[in-house]
């Protein structure tokens, strides 16, 4: 599996944008996928995370409310809303596929949960 992030840039702070993340292989819909962010001098921490089909989702307490996770199974991509964001949401953010958590009801939080990552797209918010 090959991730490709992309749609990171500058933003204003009370701006928006979205990130997208898209997938080559067939068994796209069977990953729970995630995003992952990771500021300079800190460690990737963990933004946001769904589900196969996009019935669950779960958020970082950082983030919850600004930002939305969705995927599209048909187009092998899922994508990161970042509504309002702040100058400490200033990152580099990746993309990441879980395998081994399809059928259960946990989302992996968690980078070494995670089997495959995308390269990062930066995403700077100016004050």
């Known amino acids: 599996v090959q991730l490709q992030a992309s749609g990171g840039g500058l933003v204003q702070a009370g701006g928006s944008l979205r990130l997208s993340c898209a997938a080559s292989?067939?068994?796209?819909?069977?990953?729970?996928m995630g995003w992952f962010r990771q500021a300079p001098g800190k460690e990737r921490d963990f933004a946001a995370a769904i589900n196969w089909n996009g019935g669950r989702t779960y958020y970082a307490d950082s983030v919850k409310g600004r930002f939305t996770i969705s995927r599209d199974n048909a187009k092998n991509t899922e994508y990161l809303q970042v509504n309002s964001p702040k100058p400490e949401d200033t990152a580099v953010y990746y993309c990441?596929?879980?395998?081994?958590?399809?059928?259960?009801?946990?989302?992996?939080?968690?980078?070494?949960?995670?089997?495959?990552w995308g390269q990062g797209t930066l995403v700077t918010v100016s004050s």
């Open positions: 990441a596929a879980a395998t081994t958590f399809a059928g259960g009801s946990y989302l992996p939080v968690y980078p070494n949960e995670y089997d495959y």
């Open positions: 292989g067939r068994t796209f819909s069977s990953y729970v």
